[in-house]
Nanobody
């Protein structure tokens, strides 16, 4: 069974950077589309970015595409999300998840999720 574990969250000041990592176990990371989502209190889960299975093309949400970079390390079996110029409104629990779809920007297309990790951006 595939398992996903997020790390790298924490507290950061506005304008700072943070890199989240998603470690995939139980299978090869390149076999799946791996996506990042976030959920702020009282809000719906929001798509941030994904790296597609096999070829590894990246796709970003319009709201985040200028501030985040998603990358996959096949040797480490991880997918990282680098976030820059962070704002207080980026405060949320961030989740990584896997999908069997090549194109997957909605949470319904993902079947396995990590437990989530808190990112807090102070003003």
């Amino acid at each position: 069974q595939v398992q996903l574990d997020e790390s790298g969250g924490g507290l950061v000041q506005a304008g700072g950077s943070l890199t989240l990592s998603c470690a995939v176990s139980g299978d090869t990371v390149a076999a799946y589309t791996i996506g990042w989502f976030r959920q702020a209190p009282g809000k719906e889960r929001e798509f941030v970015a994904y790296v597609a299975r096999a070829g590894g093309s990246q796709y970003y949400s319009d709201s985040m595409k200028h501030r985040v970079t998603i990358s996959r390390d096949n040797a480490k079996n991880t997918v990282d999300l680098q976030m820059n110029s962070l704002k207080p409104e980026d405060t949320a629990v961030y989740y990584c998840a896997k999908s069997n779809y090549l194109y997957a920007t909605t949470h319904e297309r993902y079947d396995y999720w990590g437990q989530g990790i808190q990112v807090t951006v102070s003003s």
